[in-house]
C-alpha cells in the first residue's frame, strides 16, 4: 500500500492543525502566565459558579462515569475502571 | 469498562458559603434499544475548620444494561423478559450498582490537597480505587499546578454462560493540570493524563463469531497505556448586564493499542436573572478503530474483540439545563432544597441498525438499519445548604 493511502492528506493537515493549536495554547499559558497578574480585589466575576472549570461536581462525576459506557467510547474521558453497571 | 474521573477534581468555588450542603441529583438515560438506567446520586460535605473538608459521593445505578450488550429484549428466544440471563451476553438483565465515595480535602489561601476513596460494587464486577491530588497556586494566585493520581483494583466475575472468565486487572491513572487565569474574565487549563492497565482488560460478554459461525471467547491484549492531552478556555462576557460564559474544551486521546480520539466540547452558560442560569452545550466525538479490531474473524488471530468500545465511530449531542434557586423563605428549613437544576442531553450516534435481525457482530444493533443510534439523558439537581 502507497503510503499516502495510508496517511491521506487531509489526514495530515488536521495533525498540523492539532499540533498548532496545542502549540498556540502552550505558548499562550506560558507567556501570559508570567504577565497576567489579575489582584483579588478584581475577582468578582472569576468566583461566580458559572466561571468555575467545574461548575457542578457532582454532574461531572455521573456524567464522566456514565456517558463513555453508554456511548461505547475508549477515550472520552480522564480515567478508567471503577464499574460500569453492565 | 467504564471510564470515569474518580481523581479529585481542581478546587471549585462553593454555590453558598455554607458549613455543610447535601447536592441530590437523579439521572435517567435511555437509549433506542429499549436500554434504561436511573441513577440517583448524592453528594454531601461538611467543613471541620476553615481548612479542611469532608466529602461523601453515593451513587445508584439500576439498570437494564449496557447499550453494547443489551438490545435483544423481546427479540425471538432471547425474549426472556427481565430477571433472566441474557442467551448472548450471559448478563442479567437487570442490575444494580452501588459505589462510595469518601474523601478528606484541605485548602488554606492556594495550597489544596484532597485524598479519596472510592468503592463500587454490582453484580459482576467490584472496584477499589484509592486517590490523591495537590494543587498549588502561585504567580499571586494566577497560576495553578496540579496534579493527581488514582489507583483501581477491579475484579470482573461474570455469571451465566461466561462464568469463569473475566479476571482482575489493575489501572494506574496520573494526570497534571495547569491553570492560568489572563483577565478578571478569562482563563486557560491544560491537563496531561497518563493511564496505564494491565492484568484482563476485556469484557467477555462481547463473544466473537467467526465466518463459519464459530462462537469465541474475546481475547485481549493484557496490558494498555494511554494518554490524553486536553486544553479549556473560558471566557466570561456580559450580555446587557447579565454576566455569561463560554467554554471551550478539545481532548485528544491515544493508546498502544493504536486507538486515537478527538472530543470538543463547547458549553455556554448565561444568566437570564439575578439567581437564573441557562447552559448551552454541544459536544462532538469521533474516535478510530483499534489496532487488532476487524469486522471479520477467521478464527486464528491473536486478538479478537467485538466489543463496541474499540471500533471507529463519531457521535455528537446537544444539551440545554437550566438552574435558579428557591425562595428566600425556605432558607430556614433544613428540609426545603436553596437550589435546583434540570437539564437534558439528546445524543446520536453513527452507528445504523440491523434492521428486524441481530447482527452476528454487533449484538446491540436491534433497530431499523437506516437510522442512527440515538440516546437522551435527562438530569435532576438539588442542593441544600445545612
Given at each position: 500500500?502507497?503510503?499516502?493511502?495510508?496517511?491521506?492528506?487531509?489526514?495530515?493537515?488536521?495533525?498540523?492543525?492539532?499540533?498548532?493549536?496545542?502549540?498556540?495554547?502552550?505558548?499562550?499559558?506560558?507567556?501570559?502566565?508570567?504577565?497576567?497578574?489579575?489582584?483579588?480585589?478584581?475577582?468578582?466575576?472569576?468566583?461566580?459558579?458559572?466561571?468555575?472549570?467545574?461548575?457542578?461536581?457532582?454532574?461531572?462525576?455521573?456524567?464522566?462515569?456514565?456517558?463513555?459506557?453508554?456511548?461505547?467510547?475508549?477515550?472520552?474521558?480522564?480515567?478508567?475502571?471503577?464499574?460500569?453497571?453492565? | 469498562?467504564?471510564?470515569?474521573?474518580?481523581?479529585?477534581?481542581?478546587?471549585?468555588?462553593?454555590?453558598?458559603?455554607?458549613?455543610?450542603?447535601?447536592?441530590?441529583?437523579?439521572?435517567?438515560?435511555?437509549?433506542?434499544?429499549?436500554?434504561?438506567?436511573?441513577?440517583?446520586?448524592?453528594?454531601?460535605?461538611?467543613?471541620?475548620?476553615?481548612?479542611?473538608?469532608?466529602?461523601?459521593?453515593?451513587?445508584?445505578?439500576?439498570?437494564?444494561?449496557?447499550?453494547?450488550?443489551?438490545?435483544?429484549?423481546?427479540?425471538?428466544?432471547?425474549?426472556?423478559?427481565?430477571?433472566?440471563?441474557?442467551?448472548?451476553?450471559?448478563?442479567?438483565?437487570?442490575?444494580?450498582?452501588?459505589?462510595?465515595?469518601?474523601?478528606?480535602?484541605?485548602?488554606?489561601?492556594?495550597?489544596?490537597?484532597?485524598?479519596?476513596?472510592?468503592?463500587?460494587?454490582?453484580?459482576?464486577?467490584?472496584?477499589?480505587?484509592?486517590?490523591?491530588?495537590?494543587?498549588?497556586?502561585?504567580?499571586?494566585?494566577?497560576?495553578?499546578?496540579?496534579?493527581?493520581?488514582?489507583?483501581?483494583?477491579?475484579?470482573?466475575r461474570p455469571r451465566g454462560p461466561f462464568r469463569g472468565l473475566g479476571g482482575k486487572r489493575e489501572i494506574i491513572s496520573l494526570s497534571g493540570t495547569l491553570a492560568q487565569v489572563l483577565s478578571p474574565l478569562s482563563l486557560v487549563g491544560l491537563t496531561a493524563n497518563v493511564i496505564h492497565s494491565s492484568?484482563?482488560?476485556?469484557?467477555?460478554?462481547?463473544?466473537?463469531?467467526?465466518?463459519?459461525?464459530?462462537?469465541?471467547?474475546?481475547?485481549?491484549?493484557?496490558?494498555?497505556?494511554?494518554?490524553?492531552?486536553?486544553?479549556?478556555?473560558?471566557?466570561?462576557?456580559?450580555?446587557?448586564?447579565?454576566?455569561?460564559?463560554?467554554?471551550?474544551?478539545?481532548?485528544?486521546?491515544?493508546?498502544?493499542?493504536?486507538?486515537?480520539?478527538?472530543?470538543?466540547?463547547?458549553?455556554?452558560?448565561?444568566?437570564?436573572?439575578?439567581?437564573?442560569?441557562?447552559?448551552?452545550?454541544?459536544?462532538?466525538?469521533?474516535?478510530?478503530?483499534?489496532?487488532?479490531?476487524?469486522?471479520?474473524?477467521?478464527?486464528?488471530?491473536?486478538?479478537?474483540?467485538?466489543?463496541?468500545?474499540?471500533?471507529?465511530?463519531?457521535?455528537?449531542?446537544?444539551?440545554?439545563?437550566?438552574?435558579?434557586?428557591?425562595?428566600?423563605?425556605?432558607?430556614?428549613?433544613?428540609?426545603?432544597?436553596?437550589?435546583?437544576?434540570?437539564?437534558?442531553?439528546?445524543?446520536?450516534?453513527?452507528?445504523?441498525?440491523?434492521?428486524?435481525?441481530?447482527?452476528?457482530?454487533?449484538?446491540?444493533?436491534?433497530?431499523?438499519?437506516?437510522?442512527?443510534?440515538?440516546?437522551?439523558?435527562?438530569?435532576?439537581?438539588?442542593?441544600?445548604?445545612?
Amino acid at each position: 500500500m502507497h503510503p499516502s493511502a495510508r496517511n491521506p492528506p487531509h489526514r495530515r493537515v488536521f495533525r498540523l492543525i492539532k499540533l498548532a493549536l496545542l502549540a498556540a495554547l502552550i505558548l499562550a499559558t506560558t507567556i501570559l502566565g508570567g504577565c497576567a497578574r489579575v489582584h483579588q480585589k478584581d475577582r468578582e466575576f472569576l468566583g461566580d459558579p458559572i466561571m468555575q472549570r467545574a461548575p457542578d461536581a457532582l454532574e461531572g462525576n455521573l456524567e464522566s462515569h456514565n456517558l463513555p459506557r453508554r456511548e461505547g467510547s475508549s477515550g472520552g474521558s480522564s480515567g478508567s475502571g471503577g464499574g460500569c453497571g453492565c | 469498562m467504564a471510564l470515569c474521573a474518580l481523581a479529585a477534581a481542581p478546587p471549585a468555588e462553593a454555590a453558598s458559603d455554607s458549613d455543610q450542603g447535601l447536592d441530590f441529583k437523579y439521572m435517567y438515560y435511555w437509549d433506542r434499544n429499549g436500554v434504561w438506567n436511573h441513577t440517583p446520586a448524592f453528594g454531601f460535605f461538611r467543613k471541620l475548620s476553615s481548612l479542611w473538608t469532608i466529602k461523601w459521593d453515593q451513587e445508584f445505578d439500576a439498570v437494564t444494561g449496557a447499550s453494547r450488550r443489551l438490545g435483544l429484549r423481546n427479540i425471538g428466544r432471547l425474549g426472556d423478559h427481565d430477571l433472566k440471563l441474557d442467551g448472548v451476553s450471559g448478563a442479567s438483565r437487570r442490575e444494580i450498582r452501588h459505589s462510595e465515595k469518601v474523601g478528606i480535602a484541605y485548602d488554606n489561601q492556594g495550597r489544596a490537597a484532597a485524598a479519596a476513596f472510592y468503592f463500587s460494587d454490582e453484580n459482576d464486577y467490584r472496584s477499589y480505587s484509592p486517590s490523591v491530588s495537590g494543587y498549588l497556586d502561585f504567580n499571586d494566585r494566577n497560576t495553578t499546578l496540579g496534579a493527581s493520581a488514582a489507583l483501581f483494583f477491579d475484579e470482573m466475575r461474570p455469571r451465566g454462560p461466561f462464568r469463569g472468565l473475566g479476571g482482575k486487572r489493575e489501572i494506574i491513572s496520573l494526570s497534571g493540570t495547569l491553570a492560568q487565569v489572563l483577565s478578571p474574565l478569562s482563563l486557560v487549563g491544560l491537563t496531561a493524563n497518563v493511564i496505564h492497565s494491565s492484568g484482563y482488560l476485556g469484557h467477555p460478554y462481547n463473544p466473537v463469531t467467526t465466518a463459519n459461525g464459530t462462537l469465541l471467547i474475546e481475547h485481549l491484549p493484557g496490558r494498555k497505556t494511554a494518554a490524553a492531552l486536553s486544553g479549556q478556555i473560558l471566557q466570561g462576557f456580559h450580555l446587557g448586564e447579565r454576566l455569561g460564559s463560554l467554554r471551550l474544551e478539545a481532548r485528544h486521546y491515544r493508546d498502544d493499542w493504536k486507538l486515537i480520539s478527538n472530543t470538543a466540547e463547547v458549553q455556554w452558560y448565561q444568566y437570564v436573572a439575578e439567581a437564573t442560569f441557562v447552559r448551552l452545550r454541544a459536544r462532538g466525538y469521533n474516535q478510530g478503530t483499534a489496532a487488532f479490531a476487524k469486522k471479520a474473524y477467521d478464527g486464528g488471530e491473536v486478538y479478537r474483540t467485538t466489543d463496541i468500545r474499540f471500533f471507529a465511530f463519531t457521535s455528537l449531542s446537544l444539551g440545554m439545563k437550566i438552574g435558579s434557586v428557591f425562595p428566600e423563605s425556605w432558607e430556614d428549613s433544613y428540609l426545603l432544597p436553596d437550589r435546583w437544576d434540570i437539564g437534558y442531553d439528546q445524543g446520536v450516534r453513527d452507528t445504523k441498525g440491523e434492521e428486524d435481525g441481530i447482527s452476528p457482530l454487533f449484538h446491540y444493533q436491534v433497530f431499523p438499519k437506516d437510522q442512527y443510534y440515538m440516546q437522551g439523558t435527562f438530569m435532576l439537581g438539588l442542593s441544600f445548604d445545612l
